[in-house]
């Protein structure tokens, strides 16, 4: 169980050359139920593609996608999707914002109040809940934009460079409080960053994609224990994983 790309390939127009351009090209990629697994690959390699395959919001050319046993390829709604940029709407509160996957889902408002107070306590953000977008930092957008998506329902997530934006001691905040988060969950995660660190730091799987058009070059195990802290970066099997990573990534 889990989620499952099996031969995906995609191409777009290249509007220069007014020609196709492959972006993947028969990618195959596992998530175990329960697990967390990041993408690192250069610029423009297709990682923002594949999330729209995944998310349903774009068609692969060929290929499944599989989440628990089911094809998802085309179906939006089957995962809880965090894109780059965090797209709060500037005309609603943080709370108002939090509500907005229960709303397309029609779902049971007094119970999704319920549940999203809940939640905004486990991430800190109570006292912010009537803020607007533009009153928040940028570490509480994004905890804001996190928790959206956690409220979408799902068990899996699939979260595109969510702490890119943020300056390094925000984003090593964020990584902390995430690794808690998980912690006290069972959630299956694909998480995309540039971040090698970032990527050894959270990740049960850390998978190297190569320039575009997307292949898998190598995948990596990462089985350091848990709970983990920023200073397990240091040891000389984390230095050494980040010397293979860079290798590939530099070639
Ligand atoms: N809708 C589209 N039409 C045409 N080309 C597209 C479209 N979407 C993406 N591309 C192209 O596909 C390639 C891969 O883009 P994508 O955003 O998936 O890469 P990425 O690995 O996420 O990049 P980055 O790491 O910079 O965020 C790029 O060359 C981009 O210009």
Redesign the pocket.
């Known amino acids: 169980m889990g989620l499952s790309l099996k031969s995906l390939s995609k191409s ?4 220069q050359l007014n020609q196709p ?1 492959k ?1 993947l090209d028969s990618l195959n990629l596992e998530v175990d139920s329960g697990t967390f697994v990041s993408l690192i ?12 395959l995944i998310a349903g919001i ?1 068609n692969p050319d060929f290929g499944d996608i599989i989440l628990d046993g089911q094809k998802i390829q085309g179906l939006p709604g089957h995962i809880g999707y965090m894109p ?1 940029k965090d797209l709060l709407l500037p005309w609603r509160t943080l709370f108002d914002n939090l509500l907005i996957g229960c709303q397309i889902q029609h779902r049971d408002k007094l119970s999704a109040r319920a549940e999203a107070t809940k939640w905004l306590n486990q991430f800190g953000l109570t006292p912010f809940s009537n803020h607007y977008p533009h009153q928040l930092s940028g570490g509480m957008r994004q905890r804001g934009a996190l928790l959206r998506t956690i409220l979408f329902g799902k068990k899996t997530l699939l979260l ?2 969510p702490f890119g934006a943020l300056d390094a001691l925000t984003r090593q905040e964020m990584q902390h409080w995430l690794l808690s988060i998980l912690s006290q969950t069972q959630y299956t995660v694909l998480f ?1 960053t ?1 971040d090698i660190d970032e990527a050894i730091l959270l990740s049960d799987k850390v998978v190297v ?1 190569s320039k ?1 058009p ?1 292949t898998i070059i190598q995948e990596f195990t990462v089985s350091f224990p848990h709970p983990r802290n920023p200073e397990l970066l240091l040891s000389k099997e984390s230095l050494e994983l980040k010397k293979q990573l860079l290798q590939l990534l530099i070639n």
Not at 12 to 15: E, R, S
Not at 42 to 50: A, L, M, N, V
């Open positions: 777009y127009l290249n509007p351009m972006i690959g250069p610029s423009g390699c297709g990682k923002s593609t594949i999330c729209n774009d780059q595109d460079e995309i540039h994609l575009r997307a």
